[in-house]
């Protein structure tokens, strides 16, 4: 495995980290820009030349990426890159543009993992002192008085590899360590490894806040847990949209009438096509979802017609789902507070205690849907 650093500046941008991880969310890949700096005109990189830096970029690919170290050397983090480009069409985000960024090359991450948090002296004395530099004899990376070029080509002394399963591991940065162990436990004994893998990032922190919450009030009368409520509110509508859409790009492609199917939010107007292209200003809401699966008949009926395993529970048992959730969301919109036995019933349905989950169930048949997608 080929390994690089690259040395981040905050000045470009305050949350460099943060930026690229909301997109890594929502996209499963996120470009990261190495910007050129105004200060160095130069054209051998890390004192090889060009068609050196050019065949090692071209040797980057899905089956053999890169580990690309990320630093401001108070934070370490490493990612997966699988290509390396001059230009690319992956998402990145708008600061690049906005502020007119003469980027170099783009790096195109899968995956990326928090290895060091605010702590400059653990990176100086325990992690830049692994990495070698091959275009410096080899030498042992130098913090101090060093005129390296970034992104800089690096072993390492004690190889590792950060990415040798296929677990994902941007979910977990900047993650506390109860929010860890609350997430290892629904892994091993409630979930297990493949929902928690396919389940959005968002669905994930908001079903693990309202865990964390719950347990540190379960005990209080007084609580009031409307917000676990809009955890699991927003939970199943991220998981019920993950579905929708891909149900809907499925159905479009065998009838192309789908796409011009209209639906309407607070008196905006939008279509299914739009929804499914993300060319749209406003999505479904679940009370939207609710109808477009049981009361349009085009849409019902080709559930119908195409989908037959999974038709029952995509027209009835999502929309009993939606009514669940509706009917204690909507109590706590008007100050009414829900009661922790309705919480305590939700969670249980919520997390699939003594019975099925919802968020399990609505996950498994996405994947269904992927197979034959």
């Known amino acids: 495995m080929q390994h690089m650093i690259i040395l981040y500046n905050p000045y470009y941008q305050s949350e460099v980290i943060e930026s690229h991880l909301e997109i890594l969310k929502n996209e499963s890949k996120v470009a990261f820009g190495k910007i050129k700096s105004k200060l160095n005109n130069y054209t051998n990189l890390n004192n090889s030349s060009s068609n050196t830096i050019k065949s090692f970029y071209a040797n980057i690919t899905n089956t053999n990426p890169l580990q690309l170290f990320l630093t401001d050397y108070a934070n370490l983090f ?24 003469e980027v170099e090359n783009w790096f195109i991450i899968e995956d990326m993992r928090e290895i060091v948090l605010n702590d400059f002296a653990k990176i100086r004395d325990y992690h830049l002192p692994n990495f070698t530099t091959p275009h410096n004899g080899n030498r042992t990376f130098a913090l101090y008085g060093n005129n390296y070029k970034y992104p800089l080509i690096v072993n390492m002394k004690e190889d590792r590899n950060y990415f040798q399963t296929n677990k994902t591991h941007y979910k977990d940065i900047f993650k506390t360590k109860n929010y860890l162990d609350i997430k290892h436990k629904m892994q091993e004994y409630v979930f297990g490894v493949k929902i928690i893998e396919s389940m959005h990032p968002d669905s994930l922190d908001n079903i693990i806040s309202a865990e964390m919450e719950y347990q540190e009030n379960k005990d209080n009368p007084l609580y009031d847990f409307t917000g676990i409520v809009i955890w699991y509110s927003k939970t199943m509508e991220q ?31 939008s279509s299914i096509g739009e929804f499914v292209h993300k060319q749209t200003t406003i999505d479904p809401n679940i009370g939207t979802f609710r109808y477009l699966f049981t009361s349009n008949k085009a849409i019902s009926s080709a559930i119908n017609y195409y989908l037959n395993p999974q038709k029952d529970f995509i027209t009835k048992k999502i929309g009993h789902y939606i009514s669940q959730i509706q009917s204690i969301r909507n109590k706590s919109a008007h100050s009414e507070k829900p009661k922790i036995e309705q919480v305590k019933k939700l969670r249980e349905s919520v997390l699939g205690i003594s019975q099925s989950s919802m968020i399990s169930n609505i996950i498994d048949v996405r994947l269904e849907i992927t197979k034959i997608y």
């Open 239 to 269: 998981e019920i949209k993950l579905l929708a859409r891909l149900l809907f790009n499925f159905l479009i492609k065998k009838d192309k009438n789908i796409a011009n199917i209209i639906y309407s939010v607070q008196q905006r107007k």
């Open 78 to 101: 490493v990612a997966k890159v699988t290509q390396i480009l001059e230009q690319t069409n992956v998402k990145s985000p708008s600061y690049y543009k906005d502020k007119s960024l």
